[in-house]
């Protein structure tokens, strides 16, 4: 049963995390169309491209199998981390403790 709860609470805040893809994302759309035609232009619309892509990537799959390893939610964390904000990481921390807590409950 212990399992079960820890792996709810995974789930929850990768669902969490990818929700709040949206805040950065608006930012990003918000500066790309402000900045329009300008250089820094196209640098705004990566980003927004690579937070859209990663909310969905990680929508799609918060309730795969593959998230109960660690080493899976620690390359994911490097990657919020690097390049997206500091308010997606938070919550993939509250995911990686409650993997943490799953794998030593094996």
Avoid: D, H
């Avoid at 669902?15 to 608006?26: D, E, K, Q």
């Avoid at 990566?46 to 918060?62: K, M, N, Y």
């Amino acid at each position: 049963m212990e399992k079960q709860k820890y792996r709810n609470r995974i789930t929850f805040w990768l669902r969490v995390s990818g929700w709040l893809c949206l805040l950065p994302a608006s930012g990003w759309l918000w500066l790309y169309r402000t900045a329009s035609w300008s250089s820094y232009s196209v640098f705004f619309l990566i980003e927004l491209i690579v937070t859209v892509a990663f909310a969905v990537f990680i929508l799609t799959t918060a309730t795969s199998k593959g998230w109960l390893k660690r080493k899976n939610l620690v390359s994911l964390l490097t990657f919020a981390i690097l390049f997206l904000s500091l308010i997606v990481f938070i919550p993939l921390i509250f995911s990686y403790n409650a993997c943490s807590k799953f794998n030593k409950e094996q």
